[in-house]
């Protein structure tokens, strides 16, 4: 992931990020569903996704404790 997008996110509002994680964690699960039906090509999407969502996490935890 490039800094820019990094501060992409930043610049998201809380409510936005939290519907980031909804759908990362709905896109996740689809990815585990159909790997474990060995339907899944990409097998880093999955690992991608979960940085993406370890991401999210960080930036919000930050904001709480600032």
Avoid: C
């Avoid at 409510?15 to 689809?30: A, F, T, V």
């Avoid at 585990?32 to 996490?57: F, P």
């Amino acid at each position: 992931m490039k800094n820019n997008e990094i501060e992409q996110l930043k610049s998201r509002v809380d409510s936005e990020l939290l519907s980031d994680i909804k759908k990362n964690k709905d896109k996740l699960w689809g990815l585990q569903v159909d790997l474990r039906a060995g339907k899944l090509k990409n097998v880093n999407e999955v690992k991608k996704t979960k940085k993406m969502i370890a991401r999210i996490n960080t930036i919000l935890s930050e904001r709480k404790n600032n």
